[in-house]
T-cell receptor, first 113, second 115 residues
Framework: AQTVTQSQPEMSVQEAETVTLSCTYD???????LFWYKQPPSRQMILVIR??????QNATENRFSVNFQKAAKSFSLKISDSQLGDAAMYFC??????????FGKGTKLSVIP | DTEVTQTPKHLVMGMTNKKSLKCEQH?????MYWYKQKAKKPPELMFV???????INESVPSRFSPECPNSSLLNLHLHALQPEDSALYLC??????????????FGPGTRLLVL
């Protein structure tokens, strides 16, 4: 069974600094997708970034980028120039060939002014 | 427009009440989802509709009854709920494609409290 592990329950970062959230996963599939979702206190799950496993190039979206290491089954999220609005729960998720996503337990990120 | 809307935002109901949660999207997505999320936990998939037909039911108790009246609307009918059903209920939608999973877009959720 696929599992997704986020080993950092909580993290904090100074405003304008860079922070990296870690995610590892276990799968026997070769073709799959990985996602980072953000859930601020407003509750809405917002897609941050998506990575297709067959793409070697790491996905980026403005201040958000990933370090995808397929062999190591690692998918970390880097947030540059952190802003107060980045404070949220971040969920890493995995999916392969079906509607179901396997979510990690989440990392709560605090941004310190 | 990547918006999924949900009503109501908050709902308080007794264990004998019947209520419904509503979800709407106008992105042309043909897959729609219901999730349940407890505090400080990841979302748990409940149901998936694909082309208005129930595709996945994750062994959800019958007191939760989903309905997909058309491709834009998804309802969740609630009856005889238990206090442990109190949670945030999230709706999501996605395109239907050859390669799954498609990216899911979530609504803001309905916070449900069962007394």
């Amino acid at each position: 069974a696929q599992t997704v592990t986020q080993s950092q329950p909580e993290m904090s970062v100074q405003e304008a600094e860079t922070v990296t959230l870690s995610c590892t996963y276990d799968t026997s599939e070769s073709d799959y997708y990985l996602f980072w979702y953000k859930q601020p206190p407003s509750r809405q799950m917002i897609l941050v970034i998506r990575q297709e496993a067959y793409k070697q190039q790491n996905a980026t979206e403005n201040r958000f980028s990933v370090n995808f290491q397929k062999a190591a089954k690692s998918f970390s999220l880097k947030i540059s120039d952190s802003q107060l609005g980045d404070a949220a729960m971040y969920f890493c998720a995995y999916g392969a060939g079906s509607y179901q996503l396997t979510f990690g337990k989440g990392t709560k990120l605090s941004v310190i002014p | 427009d990547t918006e999924v809307t949900q009503t109501p935002k908050h709902l308080v109901m007794g264990m004998t009440n019947k209520k419904s949660l509503k979800c709407e999207q106008h992105m042309g997505h043909r897959a729609m989802y219901w999730y349940k999320q407890k505090a400080k936990k990841p979302p748990e998939l409940m149901f998936v509709y694909s082309y208005e037909k129930l595709s996945i039911n994750e062994s959800v108790p019958s007191r939760f009854s989903p309905e997909c009246p058309n491709s834009s609307l998804l309802n969740l009918h609630l009856h005889a709920l238990q206090p442990e059903d109190s949670a945030l209920y999230l709706c999501a939608s996605s395109q239907e494609g050859d390669r799954l999973p498609e990216t899911q877009y979530f609504g803001p959720g309905t916070r449900l409290l069962v007394l």
